[in-house]
């Protein structure tokens, strides 16, 4: 199956400095990478997602980058804020029919200082 | 309009107990899938139903069981607990057959407690 690793675990950084998660991938089949933001006490929820078709997905101050030949990808937050500060999950699966649901990272604590 | 629900919120059980936990998923959505969350990780994929059928199921035991009903909420029963199926459990809803289409909707979870 599928196997996701996620680095760092905490992430530290001044407000309005840019923040970088890595996440690489095992199963060469998986085609779809979201990302999910989860604040305390919530579920997870979804902030980008990028398909194996495409190598790089902007949103206002978020994107994503896929590099399928290495099996890794990326998120970056620019001009970081107080209100993005929350435990960031990666996640792959294979979006053709698949019956194994979301294979998800450990998630990285990212911790916006003021 | 209402997002996903859940409940209970809280729950604590003893060990050997069993536990069901519900789901309403957003109108409209046919899909309704579980995840398990351990302190500290990643959710994990237990179950995903689609139109009362079940799509697809993660690598948990028959303890764990699941259904959809026609108006697609869900149940996840777990039996026999055990101290490690304490954890936060997640329903999450899509209008997708598959789970790993697109986009989740999550619930904001049971979290059970076994002692």
């Known amino acids: 199956g599928e196997n996701v690793e996620q680095h760092p675990s905490t992430l530290s950084v001044q407000e309005g400095d840019s923040a970088v998660i890595k996440c690489t991938y095992s199963?060469?089949?998986?085609?779809?990478f979201p990302w999910y933001k989860q604040e305390l006490g919530k579920g997870p929820q979804l902030i980008i997602d990028i398909r194996s078709n495409v190598g790089e997905k902007k949103d206002q101050r978020i994107a994503v980058t896929l590099n399928k030949t290495a099996k890794h990808f990326s998120l970056h937050i620019t001009e970081t804020q107080p209100e993005d500060s929350a435990v960031y999950f990666c996640a792959a699966s294979y979006s053709g029919g698949g019956a194994d649901g979301l294979t998800f990272g450990k998630g990285t604590h990212l911790i916006i200082q003021p | 309009d209402a997002g996903v629900t859940q409940s209970p919120t809280h729950l604590i059980k003893t060990r050997g107990q069993h536990v069901t936990l519900r789901c309403s998923p957003i109108s409209g959505h046919k899909s309704v899938s579980w995840y398990q969350q351990v302190l500290g990780q990643g959710p994990q994929f237990i179950f995903q139903?689609?139109?009362?059928?079940?799509?697809g199921r993660g690598n948990f035991p028959d303890r764990f069981s699941a259904r959809q009903f026609p108006n697609y909420s869900s149940e996840l029963n777990v039996n026999a607990l055990l101290l490690g199926d304490s954890a936060l459990y997640l329903c999450?809803?899509?209008?997708?057959?598959?789970?790993?289409?697109?986009?989740?909707?999550f619930g904001e979870g049971s979290r059970l407690t076994v002692l």
């Open positions: 139903y689609y139109e009362k059928e079940e799509r």
């Open positions: 199963d060469s089949a998986s085609n779809y």
């Open positions: 999450a809803s899509s209008p997708y057959g598959y789970s790993g289409t697109g986009e989740l909707f």
